[in-house]
């Protein structure tokens, strides 16, 4: 991960070479499939449990292979061709879904950007890159650390401040989040901060009583400033399965999701999940992070999304 | 979220009631619902296929065909399959009978849970085992990570290798285990950094650890929110490490865990315990039929008993199981029930956990019974004064008006509440005088759904059923309050949700 050669590809590159290491196996399969042979129904099916095993569940992998199979029964195609097709029909499903994290154009000034999830899902690292990158193009970010349940939550957001050479506002473990929130906020404010990153424990969407603590949270926020949060962002990790769909619902109900960013698409995982996630909410998908070090986490680009999904190259 | 397989298979066998017999067709329909079923639940693709043919095979029989019910006979197949293919009914424990230090070495994806499962695992063992244990964490990687682990161990009392900056992680396992040796302690947990199984430094890393330290136990650290990527996560550890066995993380979520199914199914290695919550003790021994029942969307009977003990006032459950049983059930005892529901999740909470409630559930979303009804109730009781809370006869004209200006709600609705509340009371009245027998009958009752709501469908077998409910301690006895045809209660019964 160090050597400076793989540092300087493009985001594409390392997005696919994460995908493809994930997605070959199964896009020799899809090619295995169809290729020179006419497309029947049994290939149709196939195709489906292909998708299926890329987490976009049993109706969007339905969805997906109808629109793949139209006009195409009884032909015969080449691999390329099947490849370009399941992307295309797969970046249908995610167009209208994609949208852009663009803090410094706002009038909002702080502008307030809340992280949301379930634990373990990558809610401090994220911050820690965007914070990072938007400090690199030039804007005041101040954190809060909000988690103040998990052990050393508050320590390894401090290491991620010192680098980005942002501070970090932060109290002891156990301290009232939403009070923290709350003064950071004002600091922000007295300090002329562009950019507050509000950073908060990570919760299991059904416990009710921390969902309730998140609530309050964004009430806190609003008694300062009625707009805010400007942005909150609910990270899914991408392994996630069918879970995210409740993770959506109930993280949107308590904290109003206006954007998601899947995390550890460099696994195996293939973040098909997405899929459904995206139908099923308002909220688009906004970045999506492909590795460890600060430039990993990008824009969502649904086409390249969904053709390195398949295992393809860039445009 | 999702219908039930108990109600969907209803559905497909409702098509075919009056053909009396069913055919291999009808099977594969219904299967094929199982199947949906089964991926909505995460479990990976080719495990569902091995099961679905694996049940098919048995629900082709003869007893299918010939039941009354055949979608129950279904669904307790599809149970019992799952129930074996997870693993049987007797938990696997920890192998920690060798010299000292017995290694314990804990792997897994990053954001999988491996540092809180490294000291709930070393609370478990130091209470139940009565061993002394040692954690490093070999984390060199995320930020803080030594310090986490740090942090954990001094809230539960355990003992870890102090911090050296800038060791590797193989030259901290050796350090650990000489430091292991020298203080005299029976276990060593090792913390890993979480990985990708791309990763290749990384899984070699990780291999050199486990060569260093000779673990006799190797656990994967898996979150039970995994989706499709369960297989291939655990086959590429597996291959990479010598795993004796799974953790499942996050097993209080509302994920329905297929990924326990897919994991243990692709490499055969039993599943040791599941972390289910954020306190330091968090960490159940791992249960099939309760995994079972969560995939098959059954609800999670034992969850919902478990928080009802959680949350339920021993003291107060006491008093009203007194008053009960001489057949007093007033106001407040209502408003101690309504409080009662409100803190367990309120209704939609409890009904998502009951099995084969969907119906009922629409049922009252339809009728606009919300949460909110219980708490303008409440509010309605908190208006009276005391005395009229014990004898709501009083409540005349006149002083409903008082109440219903002091809660701010109409007359309506005090005279709809006060209703209510007599059809419990006389409910609990007639359960005193037949001495309990009736109150036996209404947890049969909601076992198939709700006092008073058709419908309803058949999880996995009333019996399956009631031996959870044993499990869980004391039964569900006290659920399902009286009978009051809308108000599904809490009428505690003497210490009825004691944990084993």
Known sequence: MTDAASEKRGWFSRLTQGLTRSSKQMTEQVVSVFTKVRLDQAGLDQLEDLLIEADLGPQAAARVAEAFGKGRFGREASADEIKQSLAEAIAVELLPHQGLFDPMSSPHKPFVVLFVGVNGSGKTTTLGKIAADLKGKGAKVMIAAGDTFRAAAIEQLKVWGERAGVPVIAKHIGADAAGLVFEALEQARAQNIDVLLVDTAGRLQNKTALMDELAKVVRVLKKLDPTAPHETLLVLDATVGRNALSQMEAFDRTAGVTGVVMTKLDGTARGGVLVPVAEASHAPIKLIGVGESIDDLQPFNARGFARSLVGLEAE | ?500
């Open chain 2, 1 to 500: 979220m999702f219908e039930t397989l108990g109600e969907r298979l209803t559905g497909v066998f409702d098509r075919l009631t009056g053909r009396g017999v069913l055919s291999e067709k009808d099977v594969d329909e219904a299967l094929r619902e199982v199947r949906v079923a089964l991926l909505e639940a995460d479990v990976a693709l080719p495990v569902v296929r091995d099961f679905i043919t694996r049940a098919k095979e048995q629900a082709t029989g003869e007893a299918v065909i010939r039941a009354v019910k055949p979608s129950e006979q279904v669904v307790k197949i599809v149970h019992d399959g799952l129930v074996e293919m997870l693993g049987g009914e007797e938990p696997v424990g920890l192998e920690l009978g060798v010299t000292p230090p017995a290694v314990i070495l804990m792997a897994g994806l990053q954001g999988s849970g491996k540092t809180t499962t490294s000291a709930k695992l070393a609370v478990r063992i130091t209470k139940t085992e009565r061993k002394r244990v040692l954690m490093a964490s070999l984390d060199t990687r995320r930020p803080a990570a030594m310090e986490q682990l740090a942090a954990l161990g001094k809230q539960g009392e355990i003992d870890v290798l102090p911090i050296m900056a800038g060791q590797s992680a193989p030259d901290i396992a050796r350090r650990a285990l000489s430091a292991a040796k020298l203080g005299g302690f029976d276990v060593l947990i090792l913390d890993t950094a979480g990985r990708t199984t791309l990763d290749e430094a990384m899984m070699a890393e990780v291999a050199e650890i486990a060569r260093i330290s000779s673990p006799t136990e190797t656990l994967l650290v898996a979150d039970s929110l995994t989706g499709q990527d369960a297989v291939r996560t655990a086959k590429a550890f597996h291959e990479r490490l010598p795993l004796t066995g799974l953790i499942l993380t996050r097993a209080d979520g509302d994920a329905r865990g297929g990924a326990a199914l897919s994991m243990r199914a692709v490499t055969g290695l039993p599943i040791k315990f599941l972390g289910a919550g954020e306190k330091i003790d968090a960490l159940d021994a791992f249960d099939a039929r309760r995994v079972a029942g969560r995939i098959l969307g059954a609800g999670d009977i034992v969850s919902l008993v478990e928080r009802a003990a959680a949350d339920f006032d021993q003291a107060k459950a006491e008093k009203m199981a007194k008053k009960l049983a001489k057949g007093q059930f007033d106001l407040e005892d209502l408003a101690d029930q309504l409080r009662q529901m409100q803190k367990m999740g309120g209704m939609s909470g409890i009904m998502g956990m009951l099995p084969g409630v969907q119906k009922a559930k629409a049922q009252i979303a339809a009728s606009g019974m919300t949460d909110k009804t219980f708490k303008r109730q409440e509010a309605i009781i908190t208006s009276m004064t005391p005395v009229e809370r014990r004898k709501p006869d009083l409540l005349n004209a006149s002083r409903k008006r008082r109440v219903a200006a002091g809660a701010g709600v109409e007359v309506q609705e005090i005279n709809r509440l006060l209703k209510q509340h007599r059809q419990m009371a006389d409910a609990f009245k007639a359960m005193s005088r037949d001495g309990g027998k009736s109150m036996a009958r209404m947890a049969q009752a909601m076992g198939g759904g709700m006092p008073g709501m058709p419908g309803g469908g058949q999880m996995p077998s009333q019996a399956d059923l009631q031996k959870m409910m044993g499990q869980a301690g004391g039964g569900l006895g006290g659920l399902g309050g009286g009978g009051g045809p809308k108000l599904p209660g809490l009428g505690g019964l003497p210490n009825p949700f004691k944990k084993p």
